[in-house]
């Protein structure tokens, strides 16, 4: 391990060689990071911190190569949940290849109508310029000032809905979307999806080839739809495109968030926490945060890129999986690919909240990271799963769990909690999960579950740091014939 071990403490402070390694290390198989309010059942007691066991007790992780960061194109129309939603989003840079940051329009904001202009994205950049080099101590791979001044562009912003002009923003979109690159590019449409649809619809018509490459490669993410050109044009033009519809399940970090946040989270968006950890004392780029008597004001438009944040959730892997961006079920499934509002136990909002306090932390850990030095800052646990991260398993069999090898790059006690996150598996029962609040625990497959039931089971590994952080490992069980 990167880290070195002593059972008294459970890790050491790392040396410069081992902060270099953390900054560097990428997500172990899909499984690394970050945190959750608990899904079918009571959360367990907290845990003990463990001591890491002994070297040689355990086969060696598994470790899967680094994974290229998302590519990500924004368009946004501007409004202050916009704006607001553009300062997390800048302090996770690092974690995107930014393609685009594109002003677009929608029902609400267009050209000369409540409009906020095309300099306000250059100006939070020049805020995010002054915190950069303490940044960079925290964490690689933050892009400079002027890569990301060289990836921003006005799309279609003269009225709602319009998507007959070329213009720098769409054909920016078009020429990610026809390069070569391996990966899929995720468009986030914070406002309309005019921009993206003018993109799409010049591909169309004078790239008509390319339209079966554009459709494996793009993938829509919708916040509510505030224009008619996703169910005008890109809905029936484009079927096989990929669309995460969160039409509703948005609203949560939206205008109304106190009213569907519920406790314990809802402290975490609440003058006294914000003033404490995000708008005082952390710099010029959150101290230009718009917030509301110094409460949270909305984000409306923050799920589209949580959902690539890789936390170690799997949420890229599968719309049903859910993770900080929310979860998703198919609309109209052999009809179209748009996905749109799961519920969790039968909540609406339930796939976006139960991770708050585990995302409002990480936030609270970035803002702190523009103004701390390292060893004075908190970074996340580095979550390693000793074991398959998918199996398959017959009813009446035991599955070993594990994620003890996990490690802390600032040294800190870590706590274990595994769950059944019941809602995108399809055994719907519940299993009973042996030492849950260990790094090695353990389950029985129900004698009831029938071959091809699928069950999901979360680790979460929180640090003592201030804030605590969390990182997580999913592991799939699909159930065999006995």
């Known amino acids: ?168 923003g769409a054909d920016r979109i078009v020429r990610v979307l026809l390069d070569d690159k391996p990966g899929p590019v995720y468009l986030q449409a914070w406002g309309g999806t005019n921009t993206i649809a003018k993109a799409l619809h010049t591909i169309q018509t004078r790239y008509p080839d390319q339209v079966e490459k554009v459709s494996r490669k793009a993938i829509v993410y919708i916040i509510l739809d505030q224009d008619e050109t996703f169910r005008k044009y890109i809905e029936p033009n484009w079927p096989k495109l990929q669309v995460l519809g969160s039409f509703r399940q948005f609203a949560v970090l939206a205008y109304g968030w106190a009213n569907l946040i519920p406790l314990p989270h809802r402290v975490l968006f609440e003058r006294p926490w914000m003033e404490g950890n995000i708008t005082v004392d952390r710099g010029p780029l959150t101290g230009a945060y718009e917030s509301s008597n110094g409460a949270f004001r909305s984000e409306g438009d923050s799920p589209s890129f949580m959902h690539q944040i890789e936390v170690g959730l799997r949420s890229l892997e599968h719309p049903s999986y859910g993770g900080w961006g929310g979860r998703f079920v198919q609309e109209k499934p052999g009809v179209n690919n748009v996905w749109t509002n799961a519920a969790d136990d039968g909540d609406m909002y339930k796939p976006i909240w139960r991770w708050a306090t585990a995302f409002q932390n990480d936030w609270a850990a970035r803002a702190a990271w523009c103004v701390l030095p390292y060893r004075e800052a908190n970074h996340a646990p580095v979550v390693v799963l000793n074991g398959p991260a998918d199996l398959e398993a017959a009813p009446g069999a035991t599955v070993t769990l594990d994620v003890s090898s996990s490690g802390d790059p600032d040294g800190d006690r870590l706590y274990f909690s595994w769950w059944q996150y019941r809602d995108p598996g399809s055994y719907k029962g519940t299993v009973s999960i042996r030492d849950a609040d260990r790094g090695v625990a353990s389950f029985t497959v129900p004698a009831d579950a029938k071959p091809g039931d699928t069950i999901h089971l979360i680790a979460e590994v929180t640090d003592d740091g201030k804030p605590p952080l969390t990182r997580y490992a999913r592991v799939i069980v699909t159930v065999r014939p006995k």
Request: net charge neutral; proline share 9%; with cysteine.
């Open 1 to 168: 391990m990167w880290i070195r071990k002593i059972e008294s403490t459970g890790f050491l402070k790392p040396t410069a060689t081992t902060i270099a390694l953390a900054a560097l290390l990428v997500l172990p198989v899909c499984l690394l990071f970050t945190f959750s309010g608990r899904a079918d059942a009571q959360a367990p007691a907290p845990a003990k911190p463990q001591a890491a066991p002994p070297a040689g007790q355990l086969a060696p992780p598994r470790v899967a190569a680094p994974r290229a960061k998302p590519r990500v194109v924004v368009t946004t129309d501007g409004e202050i949940d916009d704006r607001c939603s553009m300062i997390r989003f800048l302090l996770y840079a690092n974690e995107f290849d930014v393609e685009g940051l594109i002003y677009s329009s929608s029902r609400f904001h267009w050209l000369g109508q409540t409009w906020s202009g095309v300099e306000w994205i250059n100006a939070l950049i020049s805020m995010y310029e002054r915190v950069y080099p303490n940044l960079r101590k925290n964490a690689d791979g933050y892009p400079t000032p002027d890569e990301l001044r060289s990836k921003v562009y006005v799309g279609n912003i003269h009225n709602v809905g319009e998507m007959e002009r070329d213009t720098p």
